[in-house]
T-cell receptor, first 116, second 115 residues
């Protein structure tokens, strides 16, 4: 299957700082990327959908100014958590899809963010 | 709108026993169905998928699932589990929603295999 690389796998940052998480599709061009947040023992909550070259579409309740998403190329999307607070601590997972329609999304390994 | 219900939050089973993880979905359009496995602190790995054709789908690691349209179910089964199958399993549905096919996940089922 296709490979999606997410970096870093773990990050600890101080409250008030910003953290950038990268999601790369290594062997295919990802027209659409999804960012999810997962709380302990819970399912994945879709945060936003991004299409290459256009603004991300955020789900209801997700702060656009706090979670900045950039999908500048067909192989890279980034999620920046700005002015992080302890409540932002979570597991963030990206997924990428080669095209719209009947294809599955491939997932990165996730990033464990801890804000202290 | 589409939704996924995984009825069991936790399924304990002994090694080499059979297991079934249940998944029901609702959607107003044609759907594509998936099962993913997640090991601790890792992303999701695709186990199997149903897009069309045969309703019995075979996946990796000896898992299979059967799509039942009348019952709107897509239960995951394995005839004999191993300790290494202990993980979180997510059922997902993807259907036409403005043409975007955004996957929706169930809450997950924790499979615990005991020796």
């Amino acid at each position: 299957g296709a490979v999606v690389s997410q970096h870093p796998s773990r990050v600890i940052c101080k409250s008030g700082t910003s953290v950038k998480i990268e999601c790369r599709s290594l062997d295919f061009q990802a027209t659409t990327m999804f960012w999810y947040r997962q709380f302990p023992k819970q399912s994945l909550m879709l945060m936003a959908t991004s299409n290459e070259g256009s603004k991300a579409t955020y789900e209801q309740g997700v702060e656009k100014d706090k979670f900045l998403i950039n999908h500048a190329s067909l192989t890279l999307s980034t999620l920046t958590v700005t002015s992080a607070h302890p409540e932002d601590s979570s597991f963030y997972i990206c997924s990428a899809r080669a095209s719209t329609g009947r294809t599955e999304a491939f997932f990165g390994q996730g990033t464990r963010l801890t804000v202290v | 709108a589409q939704s996924v219900t995984q009825l069991d939050s936790q399924v304990p089973v002994f090694e080499e026993a059979p297991v079934e993880l249940r998944c029901n979905y609702s959607s107003s359009v044609s759907v594509y169905l998936f099962w993913y496995v997640q090991y601790p602190n890792q992303g999701l790995q695709l186990l199997l998928k149903y897009l069309s054709g045969s309703t019995l789908v075979k996946g990796i690691n000896g898992f299979e699932a059967e799509f039942n349209k009348s019952q709107t179910s897509f239960h995951l089964r394995k005839p004999s589990v191993h300790i290494s199958d202990t993980a979180e399993y997510f059922c997902a549905v993807s259907g036409a929603s403005g043409g975007s096919y955004i996957p929706t996940f169930g809450r997950g089922t924790s499979l615990i295999v005991h020796p």
